[in-house]
């Protein structure tokens, strides 16, 4: 998959997303290497830099361990329809909102 374009989250290679990256690395090193690149969510999208530049990872080992980073360092336009669940019933002491249709 080439980074001529964004790439949705879904879609992510991570052989693509984190190429030139040697293992073991750090954060830091990540946002180096491919920093520029961007990647495509839900609502909007993010370069690797933005999100990695969140992660507070530490060391990491393996290309899975990168992919687990940036996947959980990505913005909240990530999730899609927040607040929206058709499975869980409201939770006491918090806001109420009716379910939007689309």
């Known amino acids: 998959m080439a980074f001529g374009s964004n790439v949705p989250v879904m879609y992510l290679d991570i052989e693509t997303v984190f190429e030139g990256v040697s293992y073991p690395t750090d954060c830091e090193e990540v946002v180096e290497t491919c920093g520029e690149r961007t990647v495509e969510l839900q609502s909007g999208e993010e ?33 899609g329809r927040k607040y929206y669940s058709d499975r869980d019933p409201p939770v006491p002491g918090t806001e109420w909102r009716e379910p939007l249709s689309l």
């Open 47 to 79: 370069t690797i830099a933005e999100a990695i530049g969140r992660c507070n990872a530490g060391e990491l080992r393996t290309p899975r361990e990168a992919r687990e980073a940036l996947l959980g360092s990505l913005s909240e336009g990530a999730i």
